[in-house]
């Protein structure tokens, strides 16, 4: 039988089968999470996938991100990831975004949607998410694993409670684990991403999802199903969407597990990556070489790439506050 859906279109029926065909998903960060995430709602047959990722296939990712071989190292994870599903599913509309999301593109990178994944590793681009969820109206899933365990909580303010009715302010610094400190096992990742996807085909065909918090850990074999907050926060009853409107300029921070740094712009910029070459090679009086929508060099100890919307890796010895001069130096920022 050459019918590619037929087998989910016997549980779905003919109707919420067919209806998928005309959804618009964004999936927000294709790491371990969002490499489960949007495999299965590809191979279901949702008719678009934005793909937005700001990262690059490194060797540590290896162990839990499914898309990915070795083959891959050192590309854009967006770009890879729209590869692999093209190979799975030719008949979706694929459209990878390498970019940093901040306040300032989000409203451009994330409305239009039928549904937003969160397959991110920080609080910051989730509480980005809640605002435009908030702001457009559209449902979104929140998922996060780390360890052995993970929990998926379907969201749609203001018909349900917003993450901030949960979580009012993102963890501090430190105040949470991350994989760099707690690690992470790669099964585990993958039981999340795939039951949220599940949830993800429920609001995509018109059933409800489930409504409070699920919360596994499948190392000490316990599970949690947490009822949602009973009373709403001001920020989705009042519609406050701060995270949005922040602004800043640019952030120098060390990268998470490893030597080196990540500079972040906002607003996003648009940088001529051919210009630039041309200024680094007599800069460092070696080769730069651009790819695609990055520009990746050497200068003294430092490994340096820099993104075509105004990011810039460093890996090497160089500080945060060495990096903004750099930056400042070589940009002009």
């Not at 290896?62 to 799975?88: F, I, M, N, T, W």
């Not at 952030?251 to 210009?275: F, H, M, T, Y």
């Amino acid at each position: 039988m050459n019918d590619r859906y037929a087998k989910q279109r016997i549980f779905l029926g003919a109707e919420a089968d067919a209806s998928l065909r005309s959804k618009r998903v964004a999936v927000l960060g294709l790491g371990a999470l969002g490499s489960v995430i949007a495999p299965w709602l590809a191979r279901a047959g949702v008719g678009h996938l934005t793909l937005l990722d700001r990262d690059l296939v490194e060797a540590s990712n290896l162990q839990r991100q499914l898309l990915y071989g070795e083959s891959d190292l050192g590309r854009p994870k967006a770009e890879v990831a729209a590869q692999r599903l093209a190979e799975a599913n030719s008949t979706v509309e694929l459209h990878p975004v390498v970019a940093d999301l901040t306040s300032g593109n989000a409203r451009e990178l994330l409305s239009g949607f039928d549904l937003l994944c969160d397959g991110t590793d920080n609080f910051e681009a989730r509480f980005l998410l809640n605002d435009m969820a908030i702001l457009t109206g559209t449902p979104w899933i929140y998922a996060g694993a780390i360890g052995g365990e993970g929990v998926v909580w379907p969201l749609h303010p203001p018909h349900t409670p917003c993450l901030r009715c949960l979580i009012e302010e993102p963890p501090a610094g430190g105040d949470v684990d991350t994989c760099d400190s707690a690690g992470v096992l790669g099964p585990a990742v993958g039981v999340i991403g795939s039951w949220a996807a599940l949830e993800a085909l429920k609001v995509l065909t018109g059933k409800a999802p489930h409504a409070g918090l699920a919360r596994f850990d499948f190392w000490q074999d316990e599970r949690q199903f947490l009822k949602p907050p009973k009373t709403r926060c001001r920020f989705c009853t009042e519609r406050i969407t701060e995270f949005l409107e922040a602004r800043w300029t640019l952030k120098a921070s060390p990268l998470c597990g490893l030597e080196g740094v990540q500079i972040r712009v906002n607003p996003p910029g648009r940088l001529d990556l051919g210009a630039l070459k041309s200024r680094l090679e007599a800069r460092t009086r070696s080769p730069w070489r651009q790819a695609g929508l990055m520009l990746k060099g050497q200068e003294g100890p430092d490994e340096i790439t820099l993104f075509a919307d105004g990011r810039a890796l460093v890996h090497g010895p160089m500080t945060p506050e060495r990096a903004r001069s750099w930056y400042a130096e070589v940009i002009g920022a």
